[in-house]
């Protein structure tokens, strides 16, 4: 009786931590967060570096996406709208296009 009481209370603990185990762990979807910075152009004709944090399945759709948008720059207290995205990378990442690496250089941060 002593031994059938263990048992039971032992595969109690294994079902109580294994369940706990599967729960989905809320951190996974901050993991798909990612950090990217993008050379945009506003209308206007100002160039600055544009900074944001979304989704790492959105990444390839952001360049669109921010076209015509308006956004707070480093440029201006206002929302200003962007005219032209010339590249977007992730912020670890350094731009392919001269002109976009001299502008981050510039950036404060």
Do not use: W
């Not at 989905?24 to 206007?44: M, N, Y």
């Amino acid at each position: 009786m002593n031994q059938v009481l263990k048992v039971i209370i032992l595969v109690g603990l294994v079902v109580g931590f294994s369940s706990a185990a599967k729960q989905p762990d809320k951190k996974d979807k901050h993991k798909s967060k990612i950090e990217v910075k993008c050379h945009v152009e506003l209308f206007g004709g100002n160039e600055t570096i544009y900074f944001r944090v979304l989704n790492s399945k959105h990444f390839g759709k952001l360049a669109k996406e921010l076209v015509n948008r308006e956004v707070l720059t480093s440029l201006s207290r206002t929302k200003q709208k962007i005219y032209k995205v010339h590249e977007c990378v992730l912020l670890s990442d350094n731009f392919t296009l001269r002109k976009s690496q001299l502008i981050d250089k510039k950036m404060t941060r």
